[in-house]
């Protein structure tokens, strides 16, 4: 139908037609690993995927990076936590950084 320069197309749909044309979404995983300071100053940060050692340091130099004195961390004993490479590189930065590891959980 046209009706000047604009042409309109008459569309007509079911229900059934909708849903059966529908797809599902593809999947993704997003997870995001944070830090609260005692002041309440949080700091996040979002990545793909799960987390491994190589997101876990980038993000503690950004907190190191940013802090105007030296950072104190307490963590879980997630394996990426206690990491050799991890490990390592907060010796190397023990004046900005000090890790602190929750206790392990008891069984009962």
Known sequence: MTRGHLTYTKISTTLTD??????????????????????????????????????????LRRLVKDAARKVFLIVDNLRVHRAKVVTAWVQENADRIELFYMPRAQSR
């Open 18 to 59: 909708v849903t059966s044309s529908a797809r599902p979404a593809a999947r993704f995983s997003q997870s995001m690993i944070s830090s609260l300071t005692n002041q309440g100053k949080l700091r996040f940060m979002v990545y793909d995927g799960a987390l491994n050692t190589a997101i876990f340091l980038r993000f």
